[in-house]
Every structure is written in C-alpha cells, then in structure tokens.
C-alpha cells in the first residue's frame, strides 16, 4: 500500500520555538550591566614626572577571590601608548597615551576622559617591559608604574 503525502506547506508557528523564554518589548530586563557583558570605567587617576607614569586606579570589586580565579581573574596590558586593565564583567579601562600632546586619555564607547600628565615630551613612549603593576587588592586598588622610554 502507497499512502500519500501532503505536500502543502505548513503555516509558519504564531510563537516561536526554542529554549529560551521570550521577554515582552515594553519589559525591561533583568540583567543588570555588569552581567550583560558591559563593564564600567573604575576611577583613575595620573601622575607624570621625568621618570614616568604612575596610574592608580580605583577598584573596590576586585577581591581576593576575583584575583585568584582562573575565570575572572583580571588582566593588564601596557603598551608604548596604552594601558588596559580589565576585571571580566566588572571593570574595563583604557587608557590612550599621547605624550606629545601631554594627554592621557581613557576610552569608554564614545565617552572620553582627558588627563593633562604633563607639558608634552615630544612624543616619547612608555616602557612596558620595564612597568610594575601592584595589586593591592586589600586597599581596592591597582597602581602602575611605568617609565619613559628610552
């Protein structure tokens, strides 16, 4: 026996179909920004001299626990003209050295915070090799000393 197929097209579902649970339009979510994968610019601050930067910056949720896992442990990246610490899902800072300008200037989206460090330096680079990073998780707070290039 040959039994036959109907070959018209399904309508295509009012709902759709999956795991996730659609939210209405008008709701606003429940993620806060942090777990939404946008972290917020910590407060920093600058000091130059002949010798070079020392960058303090502000961060009272990084903890001990934070410091030492390996998921959400923090990671600082210096650079001739840049400087990157961030604490995945907590904190972001960028920070952009133009040292023939004197300026130090923080990134966030569209969002910039300029620091004068100084009168301007030619444009002379920084020394990552030479940069120290101490991690004063006890206090909230990451200072970065990194000298001028030679």
């Known amino acids: 026996e040959i039994s036959s197929f109907d070959t018209t097209p399904a309508p295509p579902?009012?709902?759709?179909?999956?795991?996730?649970k659609s939210s209405p339009q008008n709701e606003t979510p429940?993620?806060?920004?942090?777990?939404?994968?946008q972290r917020e610019m910590p407060k920093w601050s600058a000091e130059v001299d002949?010798?070079?930067?020392v960058i303090v910056i502000i961060t009272p949720k990084l903890t001990k626990t934070c410091?030492?896992?390996?998921?959400?442990?923090?990671t600082l990246d210096v650079e001739p003209c840049r400087i990157i610490f961030?604490?995945?899902?907590?904190?972001e800072?960028?920070?952009?050295?133009?040292?023939?300008?004197?300026?130090?200037?923080?990134?966030?989206?569209?969002i910039e915070e300029v620091t004068t460090v100084g009168k301007g330096d030619g444009?002379?680079?920084?020394?990552?090799?030479?940069?120290?990073?101490?991690?004063?998780?006890?206090?909230?707070i990451v200072v970065i000393k990194v000298p001028w290039k030679q």
């Open 123 to 140: 444009g002379r680079g920084l020394d990552p090799d030479a940069a120290i990073a101490e991690w004063r998780v006890d206090k909230g």
């Open 13 to 20: 579902p009012t709902t759709p179909k999956g795991i996730l």
């Open 50 to 53: 002949n010798s070079g930067v």
């Open 93 to 110: 800072l960028d920070l952009r050295l133009n040292s023939a300008a004197g300026k130090l200037s923080a990134i966030k989206g569209k």
């Open 86 to 91: 961030i604490l995945p899902n907590v904190y």
């Open 67 to 74: 410091y030492n896992s390996a998921q959400a442990s923090p």
């Open 30 to 37: 429940a993620i806060s920004p942090a777990s939404s994968g």
